[in-house]
């Protein structure tokens, strides 16, 4: 797949499906900077009604793709091939006004020196496509245990901090107005 593609481990893939246990059942799974596609591919498996992918490695993609056909998964999924930006602002885009946002669960994770992807990726989600979030959306971004991102990004979040070996689970919600 590249140099750039790091897989989730099946330690914290495993950790963050038993937190998102609760919420996967019929979710719409945004599966961003997706690689080999395990992460939304395990959402499938446990019982995502649907989960789109974002990748725009070649690379990746043939491996997303022969993941897809190796499983025998033909349904349920579909594949955004464009660099994460892009692709958010299409579906943005795409968007009819006054349709309800559609995904309930987003996951990123970038290459890990990629820094201002995260940045990028999670201020266009807590901003200009925060209307892709349907209400009660969870935004989860994997990172380095010790690379500090931020605890907001517009109207995103963080409300829980996973830490496991070198590698991190920040969890974002969009935050609810203060009410004096």
């Given amino acids: 797949m590249g140099l750039a593609t790091r897989p989730t481990s099946d330690r914290l893939r495993e950790t963050l499906f038993n937190v998102l246990a609760p919420r996967i059942q019929s979710a719409t799974f945004l599966d961003l900077y997706a690689g080999s596609g395990a992460v939304g591919m395990e959402a499938l498996s446990r019982g995502a009604a649907r989960v789109e ?18 499983l025998g998964v033909s349904a349920g999924f579909q594949i955004h091939s464009a660099a994460v930006g892009t692709a958010l602002r299409r579906m943005k885009a795409a968007c009819a006004p006054g349709r309800a946002a559609h995904f309930d669960l987003v996951f990123l994770d970038p290459p890990y020196d990629a820094l201002e992807e995260y940045a990028a990726t999670l201020g266009l989600l807590g901003g200009a496509a925060a209307g892709l979030l349907a209400d009660g959306a969870m935004v989860i971004a994997e990172h380095r245990r010790k690379q500090r991102i931020e605890g907001r990004y517009g109207a995103l979040e963080r409300t829980r901090l996973l830490e496991q070996g070198d590698a991190a689970l920040s969890f974002y919600a969009v935050a609810r107005p203060f009410a004096p």
Avoid: T
């Fill in 53 to 70: 992918f974002v990748e725009k490695a070649p690379a990746a993609l043939r491996v997303l793709r022969g993941n897809l056909e190796g």
